[in-house]
C-alpha cells in the first residue's frame, strides 16, 4: 500500500509539473502573441482603411451604374421610382443649375368632359342636398360611363363607392375600392393626392379590407422613397390607424422619408453652392451625410446622385463629417469625409481576452491532469489485475498441491501395505476418489474460465429435473462434508418442473457454492441447499452461518479473479474463478445469482432460473 502511495504521489507531481509548464509556457506564447498584434494593430488599421476606401469607390460606381442602366432600359419609368440599391436615395435630373426635386411631376390642365362633370354634378346634388343616395349612385354610374380621363374614372369611382355606402350597399362599394386600388395607381386629384389612398383610407375606416388596404400601402412605403410630403403624411396616419406589426415596421420607414424629405428641402436651398463641388468629386452633404455626385447620363440631363453613407459604408465601418481621434482622413475625391473603424473590427482582435487565457490555461491543466488520473487507474486496475493472476496461479498451485499430496501420501500407505486393515484400506481409497474428485473440479473450472475467456464454452441443453442435479450434487460433496464435520441440510420440493438445462453444468456451479460454504462457515458445521419455486423461476439457494460478506465487497465477488481480501480470508485457499464461473451459467440459462448476507452472520447465494409458462403448467 505504501508503494502504491509513493508510486500515486510522484505521478500526481509529474503530471502537475507537467500542466503547469504547459501553462506557463502557453501564456508566454499568449502574452508574446498579443505584444505582437498590439505593434502590428497600425499597420494593419491603415491596410483597412486603405481597403474600405476601395470597397467605398466600387459601391458608389456600381450603384451609378445600376441606375443609369434602369434607367436607359426604362425610358418610361417614373422618376420618382425608387432604384433597386436602397442605398441610393434619389438620382433627379440637374436642369439649368436648379434641382429637380425627386417627386415633381409635370401636371397638364384639361377641361373636364361634359358628360362626367354634368353627372358628376348631379350626383353630388342629390348626395349631399337631398339625400337621395340611390339616385346619387345612378348619377355617378353615368358619370363613370362618360368619363374619358384616368382623373375622371377613378373620381367617378370613389364618388360612387362613397353614394353606396350612404345607400347601405357596403359590398358593392367595395367592388369599387378594390377597383380603384387595381387602375388608379398614378391618377391624383387637384391637391396631388392619388385617388388609390383616399380608397385605402375608406376601406380601413369603414372595416371592409383592412389587409388589401395594409398590402397596398406598405408596397408604395416600399417601392417609392420620396413624395409630396402630404401623401407621406397621410400614408402615415393610415399606418399609425392600422397599428398591427407589419404598419409598425413600415412607420419607421416613412419616418426616415420624412427626414429624407426635410433634407431634400434643405439641399435646394443650398444647391446653387454644393451644385460646383458635386462636378469635381463625391461631396459629403447633410447630418447623416448623403454623397453627391452630378454625373453625365447620356441621353438624359445631367444626373445628381444622392448616396446614403450609411447604408454605402462597407462592412464594419462608418462615415462621418466629425473628425475624431479614431478616424480616418479620405481622400480629396470624397470632400474629406471621414472613416471609422467599428470597435467590433478590433484589429488587436488575434490577441485573446485574459479571461478567456485563463479559461484556455484552466482548461488545459484540468485535462492533462484528468488524463493522468484516467492513465494512472488504468496502470492501478493492471497492477490490480496482474496482482490479482499472480496470486491466482499461487492459490491454483496450493489448491493443486493440496489433493495431490493426499493422493500421494495414501497410495503410498497402500503400495507400502501399511493399511492396519481393510476398514483403513477402504478409508484411504475413499480419500484417494475424493481428493481425485476435488482435483478434477479445480481443473474443470480452469479449463471452464479459459473457454469462457476465448468464447467457445459450449452448454448442452437438454430436459433436466433440478431436484436430480441438486441431489447429485449432495452426493458429490458427503464425503468432503462428513470428513470435516459439516451438517448438510437438504430440501427439496418435488413439484419443481424440469426445463431446458446443461445438468453438469448447473451441478458444477452448485459444488462450486457449496464449497464456497465449506471454506468460509468459521467455526458453524451447518450448510442448507434448498431447491423450490418462487415466483415462476426455480429457485437453487446455499446458505453458510459462517463469516459472511461486507455490502461493499457483494457487487465485486462475481468478477474473475476477485477475492475478499481479509485477515480472515488471507490463509484460505482459493482461485477467485469460482462465483465468476456461477454467474456465466446462471446467465447461460437465462437466469440470475444474487447474495444476501451480512458480516459475521453468514451467506446465501441463490440462482434462479425462469421457468417457462408451459413446464408450469
Same mark, same amino acid.
Given at each position: ?379 492501478? @486496475?493492471?497492477? &490490480? ?6 496470486? $491466482?496461479?499461487?492459490? !491454483? %498451485?496450493? /489448491?493443486? +498441491?493440496? *489433493? ?70 449432495? @452426493?458429490?460433496? &458427503? ?6 464435520? $459439516?451438517?448438510?441440510? !437438504? %430440501?427439496? /420440493?418435488? +413439484?419443481? *418442473? ?120
Amino acid at each position: 500500500m505504501d508503494r502504491r502511495k509513493r508510486q500515486f504521489g510522484l505521478f500526481l507531481i509529474a503530471v502537475v509539473l507537467s500542466a503547469a509548464a504547459l501553462s506557463v509556457l502557453t501564456f508566454r506564447y499568449l502574452r508574446q502573441d498579443e505584444e505582437l498584434a498590439r505593434q502590428r494593430e497600425p499597420g494593419q488599421r491603415l491596410q483597412a482603411v486603405e481597403q474600405a476606401q476601395r470597397e467605398l469607390a466600387g459601391n458608389l460606381e456600381r450603384i451609378r451604374l445600376q441606375e443609369i442602366n434602369r434607367r436607359v432600359s426604362a425610358l418610361e419609368a417614373p422618376a420618382n421610382t425608387r432604384a433597386a440599391d436602397s442605398a441610393l436615395v434619389f438620382a433627379t435630373p440637374v436642369s439649368r443649375e436648379d434641382l429637380v426635386l425627386p417627386w415633381e411631376t409635370t401636371r397638364t390642365s384639361t377641361f373636364p368632359s361634359p358628360g362626367f362633370a354634368s353627372n358628376g354634378d348631379t350626383g353630388e346634388l342629390r348626395e349631399f342636398q337631398s339625400k337621395d343616395y340611390p339616385g346619387a349612385a345612378a348619377a355617378y354610374r353615368l358619370a363613370l360611363a362618360q368619363s374619358r380621363q384616368p382623373n375622371e374614372k377613378c373620381e367617378s369611382l370613389l364618388s360612387l363607392a362613397r353614394a353606396l355606402v350612404k345607400a347601405g350597399r357596403p359590398q358593392e362599394a367595395l367592388a369599387n375600392y378594390q377597383e380603384i386600388l387595381r387602375s388608379c395607381g398614378s391618377a391624383t386629384d387637384d391637391f396631388g393626392i392619388p385617388f388609390t389612398l383616399y380608397a385605402s383610407d375608406r376601406l380601413i375606416a369603414l372595416k371592409l379590407d383592412i389587409p388589401l388596404a395594409e398590402k397596398y400601402i406598405i408596397g408604395q412605403v416600399q417601392s417609392v422613397h420620396l413624395r409630396e410630403l402630404r401623401q407621406t403624411y397621410m400614408i402615415r396616419s393610415l399606418l399609425q390607424s392600422i397599428g398591427d406589426d407589419a404598419a409598425n415596421q413600415a412607420l419607421v420607414a416613412v419616418a426616415e422619408q420624412i427626414r429624407d424629405y426635410q433634407q431634400v428641402l434643405n439641399l435646394a436651398k443650398d444647391f446653387r453652392r454644393v451644385l460646383p463641388l458635386t462636378k469635381q468629386g463625391w461631396v459629403a452633404y447633410g447630418d447623416e451625410p448623403w454623397l453627391l455626385k452630378v454625373t453625365e447620363a447620356s441621353p438624359f440631363p445631367p444626373l445628381l446622385f444622392a448616396i446614403s453613407s450609411r447604408k454605402v459604408a462597407p462592412p464594419g465601418t462608418t462615415l462621418t463629417l466629425v473628425k475624431t481621434a479614431q478616424s480616418y482622413t479620405l481622400d480629396q475625391a470624397y470632400g474629406g469625409l471621414e472613416l471609422e473603424l467599428d470597435t467590433s473590427r478590433s484589429f488587436a482582435g488575434t490577441r485573446l481576452p485574459a479571461g478567456l487565457i485563463a479559461t484556455g490555461i484552466a482548461f488545459i491543466v484540468l485535462l492533462t491532469i484528468l488524463s493522468g488520473y484516467l492513465l494512472l487507474r488504468g496502470v492501478n @486496475r493492471d497492477l &490490480q489485475t496482474a496482482e490479482m493472476r499472480s496470486h $491466482f496461479v499461487a492459490s !491454483v %498451485s496450493h /489448491e493443486l +498441491k493440496t *489433493p495431490l499430496t493426499a493422493i500421494r501420501m495414501f497410495a503410498e500407505t497402500l503400495v507400502l501395505g501399511r493399511a492396519g486393515n481393510a476398514q483403513a484400506r477402504t478409508e484411504y481409497l475413499e480419500t484417494i476418489m475424493n481428493e481425485s474428485e476435488r482435483l478434477a473440479r479445480l481443473v474443470d473450472n480452469v479449463l471452464d474460465f479459459s473457454k469462457i475467456e476465448q468464447g467457445k464454452k459450449i452448454y448442452r441443453m437438454r430436459p433436466t429435473a433440478l431436484p436430480e442435479v441438486v441431489r447429485s450434487a449432495a @452426493r458429490a460433496v &458427503q464425503y468432503p462434508l462428513s470428513q470435516q464435520g $459439516f451438517d448438510l441440510k !437438504v %430440501s427439496i /420440493e418435488e +413439484k419443481v *418442473p424440469s426445463l431446458s438445462a446443461d445438468a453438469d453444468a448447473l451441478e458444477q456451479a452448485i459444488l462450486n457454492l457449496l464449497s464456497n460454504a465449506m471454506k468460509y462457515s468459521r467455526t458453524s458445521r451447518e450448510i442448507d441447499l434448498r431447491c423450490s419455486c418462487s415466483n415462476g423461476d426455480a429457485v437453487i439457494a446455499v446458505t453458510d452461518h459462517g463469516m459472511g460478506i461486507a455490502s461493499e465487497d457483494q457487487s465485486r465477488i462475481f468478477e474473475k479473479f476477485y477475492r475478499v481480501r481479509s485477515s480472515d480470508t488471507d490463509l484460505i485457499a482459493g482461485t477467485g474463478l469460482g462465483l465468476t464461473l456461477v454467474r456465466h451459467i446462471v446467465q447461460a440459462h437465462g437466469g440470475s445469482v444474487d447474495v444476501q448476507s451480512n458480516p459475521g452472520q453468514g451467506s446465501t447465494f441463490s440462482i434462479r432460473i425462469p421457468v417457462p409458462p408451459e413446464a408450469s403448467a
